[in-house]
Structures are given as structure tokens and as C-alpha cells.
């Protein structure tokens, strides 16, 4: 018996010396974990059955772990061979592959048919399920992956994604690229499948994977098609320069032998210093166009805006929306306005505050075109004003203003034979004083004395026709009075769903003012229109009624009441100058083009109702009874907005009569925008229009669809515009259709032109 024991104890003492602990430091620097090893010889260990080995804490290596059927390690060298089921796991990725040769030292290596995901930094907090480029992993494969940096990887034979569904929606499929964990991933004759459907083909791709979703990279190109351009492929490089900066290139290639490029620079330094600014490039080949020749021609057109904060609390503000040809961007344009306006602005100013002394420097060059020779050109380049306001004179109730202005006034008409400059400089001075004269909180009475003196460089000749370079002064007092009174109010108490309380305010108002007469008041020069043309010895009457309704609403249960909101609003003026003339050039009435003469002014009404919180309507209503019968209505409007989280629609009705003599340029148009989003926005679309009643034609009509998976989307516009038979463009009706997609990660974007509503993401 004793034998036998002392056998067994000496088979127990051997085996638990040849044992190894189930974690051990066979490779330096890592603790392995096997079913059993093998030492190959003094510097080579062969780990079988269940491996893992993971970096030791505090060491370079913490964090990382490797897995595998069957692995080989060099202890001196470090590299290592693994065969089976193998994983690589860092903190940021995952790596699987059915085999592997890894240096342990180096931490590089090259895996066979393999799968990687990588977080995406902080992204990976994020929601997984927003669309756009919040996604917070990447998926990659291929045949072979080589770990060549820290976060860097090559892929042969393979391709990525970064959308997170169980079977992603979409990826992109390359002979080689390069993954840079939260930086970049650069493909060689890259493929982008949906559905595995093959959707495009680019030789070279860049796409952005930096993880504060702010990245610098190709865009996705967007297709076009238009009856004037042909085909197009519009594509961009976006930059984001840091933070606070960006700039993306444009370039459009038109399959009507046409080419143009395109940039744009953004900043953002604050609310108070911020702007834009776009630079475009057309060059238009010799073309055939709806059967009509086109000419070769290049062009430029230069948009942008500012608003800059400046030293000493000044501000600077500009604003540039100008062409060298004004057709090729109604022609090309994707928004209405651009379509149907010919003209070109330039305007800047500098201003800044003092107390009560305010100062504006201004440039401003406005040039409307009739049609393609002939243009007008206004605006005050350069042009300085001052003004000072609120001074309370000593021991008197009167405060004392002073307005000034100092312009060199443009009024330019060009034709193709000849320029007519009738340009001249404007120096203005108004002070006046102004006293209020009740302090019933029912009645409010204010009276003013001014007078202004005003310079022109150049006057009109004995003709009163010619523009001479002579200059004239006018000179003039300006006596006003204002009453807003007496002032009626009655609250009731409904307490219903409309309101809780509700108050109806009555507020009559009066003015007279009255213009001594002005010496040598033919001679000067009518530059600038009504704002330069002012009647003499003229007193004006106006009167009208205000009907102002609040309502505050219940409040609801643990909150405290919100503040009274205007529920509707309902004025009614009109005006009577003892000096008829007075009534063509009084600017606070819009319809004065053409109109005869007369003591009164049109009959204005207008009403404001915001019946709920999303909708507000504004209606206008100008009559004239003392014109002829089928022209006393000569204008009004009616527009509405409804504002939801699905639905956002404006529409309005607007018609202008401008006398009977002008009869056949009445307007009467009809418009309407509406925005549909459904699915939490994963889905919707616009329609728009723009229908001429007087012509019975469409002007305009848009229609764009989009859909937006949680990793892709794609978006559909359609749009077309009629100018009318008598454009002077190179076609009367132009339809255009635009296609788009949009992948997580990359943004999508609006070419030059504004298609899908100008947006860029």
C-alpha cells in the first residue's frame, strides 16, 4: 500500500511542476492565457487551444488583446503568427481574421481575410440611429488588412461602410485604400453600392471620418439635367480650415461643351463677426440650344455678405450679389428670385454708435437691367449720414435731433448707344425739435418743428428738362403734429379655448403736417424719386383708426400665465394735401405709379391675425374712390403662414391695378410654398409655385422628394419656369432636374445655382 502511495504523490508532485498558471508572462510586456504551449526552442513558444494574450496594465501595451486558435510568438523579436478565429481588440477597434502575423514590440501587422470596426472617438456616445453624419463606427474588410500606425490601416480587395445596420444599406468597395481612424479613408477606383446595387464609380475618393464630424474631404456629386445646360455633374471639396472656417471648391461639368468652378469661403468668429462669400466661374462653348445659336462666352458672378464687429464699437456690413452677365444666371439659376430679377447690387457700410450720435458710412450701386443693352443705375457711392437724437434741452420738455447726409447720388441710364449720367452730390441737414405735449396715458400727443436744408450740385435748365451743372439750395420748414387718442379698452373674460382674458383696444390717430413753400422748387433735380421730391407749401392731413385685440391664454396647471399676445390687428388710414400734386409722390403709399392727382390719398386697410401659435395671415387693401369704376380697387394682398413640426406652407394672392392708363401692366399673382416632413424627418419633400392670374400662365413650378434612411438618402428635384414670349432670354420656358445622394459621414451639397433650395450639408 505504501508503494503504490508514495507512486501517486510523486505523479502529482511532477505534473504540478510541468503545470503552467492559467495566466502566465511568456511574452514580455503581455500575460497569455492557453490551454497548453510548446517551447519550441530558447526564443520561440508555440501557444495552443483558446489563446489570449493581453497587455499588461501600466504597461505600453494596457488595453490591447489578442485571440486565436493556435499562436507563435517570438519572444526576442516579438513577432507572432496566428492561426484560427483570430481577433486583434484595442480600446478604439476590432479586428477578426483567419489568420495573422503581429509584432507585439511594434504592435503592427498584417491580417487575412479579415473584419475591422473602429469607434469613431466620441461619436460613439452619440445616438447610432441618427441619420446625417453622426454614425459612430466604421466597418472594414478585405482580404488582406495591414495595421501600419497606431490607427492606421491598408485594405487590399475590400471596401467599408459606416452605417450600423445589422446588414448595412450601403458601402463602398476598393482594390486598396487607407484607413485613418478619426481622419480619413482615401479608396483607388472606389465603387459605391445601396443594396449592393453599384451607384457610381470615382477613381480616387476621400472620405472623411474625423470624429468631431467636422471634416475635410469630397462631397458627393449631385446630377442635373436642364432644357438650357443639358446634363451636368456638379462636384465639391470641402475644407474645413478649423473650427470657426471653411471653403468648398465647385466645379460643374454641363454636357453642353460648358464648364464652370466655383468656390466659397465661410466664417464664424462670433454673433457680431461672421460672412460669406461665393466666386463662380462660366465658360459657356458655342451651343445650340432649344434650336436657337448660342454664342462662346465666359462669365463671372461674385455673391456674398458680412457683418463684422471693428475696433472703437464700429460695424461693418456688406453685401454682393453681382454678374458680369446677367442672363447666364437667370438662365442657369435653381432660385425664382435669381430667375426673374436682372440687376446687380454692391453695398457696404461702416457704422458705429456713440451716445446719441450715431455715424454710417454707405457705398450703394443698384443697376437694373430692361432687357440686355439697356440698364438704370441708382444708389449714393460713397454716402455718409449722421444722426443725434434724445438731447433734452435745459429747463424745457423739447428734444433736439439732428439728421444729416452727404451722398454722391448715381442716376445712370445706359443703352447700347449711349450713357446718361445725371449723377450728382447731395448734402442734407434737418434738425428739429420735438415736445410731447400730454402725459395722459390715454391720449399721446407729440409736435415737431424742423428745417431742412438740402444742396444739389446740379440743377435743371429753363426747360426744366435739361440737368445743368449748377447747383440749387432747397430750403424749407417742416411743422408736424401727432395724435394717438383718446385711447378705448374693454377686457372680457371668455375663459374658453381661445382665451382666458381678452382685451379690445380702440386707438384713433391724427397728423397734420405742414411745408412752407420752396424757392426755385422746379429747378431741382428729381433724383431719387419721391424721396427727392417734395411739394412745397402743402399741409397734410391723416387720419385713420387702430383695433389692436389681446388675448392671454389659460394657463396651464403649475405654470404661471404667459404674457398677453395680439390675436388680431385692424388699421385704417387715409391722407388730404390742400396740394393734390402732394399726393403722386407721398411715399407712405405704395400705389402712387400713374395715378392722376388728387386731394386724397387711396384708402389703406390692413389686418393682422395670428389665430393660433403656428399661423399668422396679413392681409392689405388699397382703394381709390375717386378713380374710374373698374380701377377704385388698385391693389391688395393677402398672405398666410402655418408653421408645424410636419408642415410648413406660406401662400399668398396679391393684384396691383396702376391706374387706368396703365391698365395692361396690372399684376395679379398667386404663390405658394409648402414643406412636408414626415418619419422624424427621415422623409418628405417641397412644392412651390408661382401662377400669373392676369396671363393665366404658371410661372414657376418645384417639386423635391427625399428620402433619408438611418445611413443614406437621396433627394429628387424638379423644376421649371416659364419667362414669357417676350424674354429677351435665349429660350421662353427652362425645366431642370437635379438628383443627389447622401451617405453618413459625407455631406451632400447645393451646386452654384442653388439646386434643392441652396442647402449643403
Not at 53 to 61: C, D, M, T, V
Not at 328 to 343: I, K, P, Y
Not at 361 to 385: K, M
Not at 453 to 477: C, H, I, K, M, P
Request: proline fraction near 4%; charge should be positive.
Amino acid at each position: 500500500m505504501r508503494p503504490r502511495l508514495t507512486f501517486f504523490l510523486t505523479c502529482a508532485i511532477l505534473i504540478s511542476a510541468l503545470a503552467r498558471p492559467a495566466w502566465a508572462q511568456v511574452v514580455p510586456g503581455w500575460t497569455t492565457k492557453q490551454g497548453s504551449f510548446d517551447r519550441i526552442n530558447a526564443d520561440l513558444v508555440l501557444l495552443i487551444s483558446e489563446v489570449e494574450i493581453e497587455g499588461e496594465a501600466g504597461s505600453p501595451n494596457a488595453g490591447q488583446k489578442f485571440f486565436a486558435d493556435q499562436v507563435e510568438v517570438n519572444i526576442k523579436s516579438g513577432a507572432l503568427t496566428a492561426r484560427g478565429n483570430v481577433v486583434l481588440q484595442t480600446p478604439t477597434s476590432r479586428i477578426a481574421a483567419e489568420s495573422a502575423v503581429f509584432n507585439t514590440k511594434t504592435k503592427l501587422g498584417t491580417f487575412t481575410n479579415a473584419t475591422g470596426i473602429a469607434q469613431l472617438g466620441e461619436r460613439g456616445r452619440q445616438n447610432q440611429s441618427m441619420f446625417g453624419t453622426l454614425e459612430p463606427d466604421v466597418y472594414f474588410y478585405g482580404t488582406e488588412i495591414e495595421k501600419v500606425g497606431a490607427d492606421k490601416y491598408r485594405i487590399n480587395k475590400g471596401g467599408f461602410t459606416t452605417c450600423v445596420q445589422p446588414t448595412p444599406r450601403w458601402e463602398i468597395v476598393s482594390g486598396r485604400a487607407t484607413v485613418n481612424l478619426n481622419d480619413y479613408v482615401v479608396m483607388r477606383n472606389a465603387v459605391v453600392r445601396v443594396k449592393n446595387v453599384p451607384v457610381f464609380y470615382l477613381p480616387i475618393m476621400y472620405y472623411p471620418i474625423q470624429e468631431d464630424d467636422r471634416a475635410t474631404g469630397l462631397l458627393l456629386p449631385s446630377y442635373g439635367a436642364s432644357t438650357y445646360a443639358g446634363s451636368s455633374i456638379s462636384n465639391a471639396f470641402f475644407w474645413a480650415i478649423n473650427r470657426s472656417q471653411d471653403l468648398t471648391l465647385f466645379h460643374d461639368w454641363f454636357f453642353t461643351s460648358s464648364t464652370g468652378m466655383g468656390t466659397e469661403y465661410r466664417y464664424l468668429f462670433g454673433p457680431a463677426s461672421q460672412g460669406n462669400f461665393r466666386a463662380y466661374w462660366l465658360d459657356e462653348k458655342e451651343a445650340v440650344i432649344n434650336g436657337a445659336p448660342r454664342r462662346a462666352h465666359k462669365s463671372q458672378i461674385f455673391t456674398g455678405g458680412l457683418n463684422q464687429g471693428l475696433p472703437l464699437g464700429l460695424t461693418a456690413r456688406a453685401n454682393v450679389n453681382y454678374s458680369t452677365d446677367v442672363t447666364t444666371r437667370q438662365l442657369n439659376s435653381n432660385d425664382f428670385l435669381d430667375a426673374t430679377t436682372s440687376q446687380r447690387t454692391v453695398n457696404g457700410a461702416v457704422s458705429g454708435a456713440w451716445g446719441g450720435l450715431s455715424l454710417n458710412a454707405v457705398y450703394d450701386r443698384l443697376e437694373y437691367f430692361y432687357n440686355a443693352t439697356d440698364s438704370q443705375v441708382t444708389g449714393s457711392a460713397p454716402g455718409l449720414t449722421a444722426t443725434y437724437s434724445g438731447r433734452k434741452l435745459p429747463f424745457l420738455p423739447v428734444y433736439l435731433s439732428v439728421n444729416a447726409e452727404a451722398a454722391n447720388r448715381l442716376f445712370i441710364g445706359k443703352s447700347a448707344t449711349a450713357t446718361t449720367d445725371k449723377s450728382l452730390n447731395r448734402v442734407d441737414v434737418l434738425p428739429s425739435l420735438r415736445a410731447p405735449l400730454s402725459t395722459l396715458p390715454f391720449l399721446s400727443v407729440n409736435a415737431s418743428l424742423g428745417y431742412r436744408t438740402t444742396y444739389f450740385s446740379e440743377s435743371l435748365a429753363s426747360d426744366l428738362r435739361t440737368q445743368v451743372d449748377e447747383a440749387v439750395t432747397r430750403r424749407y420748414a417742416d411743422l408736424r403734429a401727432d395724435i394717438v387718442g383718446p385711447v378705448f379698452s374693454r377686457v372680457f373674460t371668455p375663459n374658453n379655448a381661445l382665451a382666458e382674458r381678452m382685451k379690445h383696444i380702440i386707438e384713433p390717430n391724427f397728423s397734420v403736417q405742414r411745408r412752407t413753400t420752396i424757392a426755385d422748387q422746379k429747378r431741382v433735380p428729381q433724383v431719387g424719386g419721391a424721396y427727392d421730391t417734395i411739394v412745397g407749401g402743402t399741409t397734410q392731413l391723416t387720419y385713420g383708426l387702430n383695433n389692436r385685440l389681446l388675448v392671454r391664454k389659460r394657463a396651464v396647471e403649475g405654470a404661471q400665465a404667459g404674457s398677453p399676445q395680439e390675436l388680431l390687428n385692424v388699421s385704417i388710414r387715409q391722407s388730404y394735401y390742400s396740394d393734390e400734386t402732394a399726393s403722386q409722390f407721398d411715399p407712405a403709399y405704395g400705389n402712387n405709379q400713374g395715378r392722376v392727382a388728387s386731394p386724397f390719398s387711396p384708402i389703406t386697410l390692413s389686418a393682422k391675425a395670428v389665430p393660433t401659435q403656428p399661423m399668422a395671415i396679413d392681409f392689405r387693401f388699397d382703394y381709390d374712390p375717386r378713380t374710374a369704376a373698374a380701377f377704385k380697387v388698385i391693389g391688395y394682398g393677402l398672405n398666410g403662414v402655418f408653421r408645424t413640426n410636419m408642415v410648413e406652407t406660406s401662400a399668398g394672392w396679391s393684384k396691383q391695378n396702376y391706374g387706368t392708363a396703365l391698365a395692361r401692366r396690372s399684376n395679379n399673382y398667386i404663390q405658394q410654398s409648402t414643406q412636408l416632413r414626415f418619419g422624424g424627418g427621415a422623409y418628405g419633400g417641397t412644392v412651390a409655385f408661382n401662377y400669373d392670374i392676369a396671363r393665366s400662365t404658371l410661372v414657376n413650378h418645384r417639386y423635391i422628394a427625399f428620402y433619408n434612411a438611418q445611413c443614406c438618402g437621396i433627394s429628387f428635384e424638379y423644376l421649371a419656369y416659364n419667362y414669357g414670349p417676350g424674354t429677351n432670354l435665349l429660350l421662353a420656358q427652362n425645366r431642370r432636374f437635379n438628383m443627389s445622394f447622401t451617405l453618413a459621414g459625407v455631406g451632400s451639397f447645393s451646386n452654384f445655382f442653388g439646386a434643392f433650395g441652396g442647402r449643403t450639408q
